[in-house]
């Protein structure tokens, strides 16, 4: 009986760990738009040539409630111009579905994945499919 409470409180705060992590995205829930940029690597060429793109379009960003989270199989950031990396890959093995070594998703405001893709994401693409989601819409009206 004693090994059984044991390996039920094991699996419990197994079990709490994964929820833990999987809600590292979910506090944006309704706040943000998430881009996930992952890579099999840090220093990516891609991922340098994907921040830049972001960089030189930062207002355009902020406007739409964009947050960008960088992740590799083995640790992940929240930010383009921060250095800190928390070495946890949950990001990663969660949402990576190619064998692609690049690969980017947007993530709506209700927290689902409205698009991925394996090439570098353009503002010309992401800014006009972000700004026909009926949430964006509710948004621009507002403003007016």
């Known amino acids: 009986m004693n090994s059984f409470k044991i390996t039920l409180s094991i699996i419990v705060v197994l079990f709490g760990l994964t929820v833990v992590k999987g809600q590292d995205l979910m506090k944006h829930?309704?706040?943000?738009?998430?881009?996930?940029?992952?890579?099999t690597e840090k220093s990516s060429s891609l991922l340098s040539d994907?921040?830049?793109v972001f960089k030189q379009n930062q207002a355009g960003l902020e406007e739409r409630k964009l947050v960008i989270y960088q992740?590799?199989?083995?640790?992940?950031k929240l930010g383009m111009h921060n250095?800190?990396?928390s070495k946890d890959g949950t990001l990663y093995t969660q949402h990576k579905l190619s064998t692609e070594p690049f690969e980017v998703i947007l993530i709506g405001l209700d927290g689902h994945v409205k698009k991925?893709?394996?090439?570098?994401?353009?503002t010309e693409q992401l800014f006009p499919l972000i700004?026909?989601?009926p949430m964006r819409q509710i948004e621009l009206r507002n403003d007016d």
Do not use: C
């Open 29 to 39: 829930r309704w706040k943000n738009r998430v881009i996930v940029i992952m890579v």
């Open 116 to 122: 991925r893709q394996a090439q570098i994401f353009t």
């Open 50 to 52: 994907q921040l830049e």
């Open 131 to 133: 700004d026909e989601m």
């Open 71 to 76: 992740a590799t199989p083995d640790a992940h």
């Open 83 to 85: 250095d800190q990396w």
